[in-house]
């Protein structure tokens, strides 16, 4: 089974700075996708960055990042030039990639805040 | 943005209640989860569904039902609340490039 692991449950960043959340994975599959959702304390889930795994460049989506290292089953969020609307619970996820199904396993989740 | 909706957003009710939370999506997919997440923690799949007529259970066993008649809807029942249900409900659809999530439902059963 897949596992999706974030070892910091809490992580603060001064306003302006870049941040980097730490994710890894345990999966047997070759081809896979991987997420980076976002929830505020308005507790909608947003989706932040996606990655294929057969794709070697890392994503990119404005100030967000990832640092996609498929050996190593690790996938890194950067946040660069925090701001405090980026505050929130960050969600890393895994999904295989099947016709049939599209279920996602996620990590514990790491409480970003964003210090002014 | 995805167009996910949940209702009620909060629900308060006493146990023993038969509720029903509410999530539709008016983007077409196939694929919709119900996630129950309890304050500051990770989400559990409950339910998912696949398309019309098909309903799947997740990876937490829940008491709680679903049904999936229409592509759009997909609501959840408890047919008798209890204190143990309180928590936050997370409905969510997808297509291949990830889920969109509904706003959810927090619901505190008294």
């Known amino acids: 089974a897949q596992t999706v692991t974030q070892s910091q449950p809490e992580m603060s960043v001064q306003e302006a700075e870049t941040v980097t959340l730490s994710c890894t994975y345990d999966?047997?599959?070759?081809?896979?996708?991987l997420f980076w959702y976002k929830q505020p304390p308005s507790r909608q889930m947003i989706l932040v960055i996606r990655q294929e795994a057969y794709k070697q460049q890392n994503a990119t989506e404005n100030r967000f990042s990832v640092n996609f290292q498929k050996a190593a089953k690790s996938f890194s969020l950067k946040i660069s030039d925090s701001q405090l609307g980026d505050a929130a619970m960050y969600f890393c996820?895994?999904?295989?990639?099947?016709?049939?199904?599209?279920?996602?396993?996620f990590g514990e989740g790491t409480q970003l805040t964003v210090n002014p | 943005e995805a167009d996910i909706y949940q209702t009620p957003r909060y629900l308060v009710i006493g146990t023993g209640k038969k509720i029903t939370l509410e999530c539709s999506q008016t983007?077409?997919?196939?694929?919709m989860y119900w996630y129950q997440q309890d304050p500051g923690m990770e989400l559990h799949l409950i339910h998912y569904?696949?398309?019309?007529?098909?309903?799947e259970k997740g990876d937490l066993s829940s008491e709680s039902t679903v049904s999936r008649i229409r592509t759009e809807h997909f609501p959840l029942t408890l047919e008798s609340a209890r204190p143990s249900h309180t928590s936050q409900y997370l409905c969510a659809s997808s297509e291949t490039s990830g889920q969109y999530f509904g706003p959810g439902t927090r619901l505190t059963v008294t």
């Open positions: 996820a895994y999904r295989r990639v099947e016709t049939s199904g599209s279920r996602l396993t």
């Open positions: 983007m077409g997919h196939d694929k």
């Open positions: 569904s696949y398309g019309v007529n098909s309903t």
């Open positions: 999966t047997s599959e070759s081809d896979y996708y």
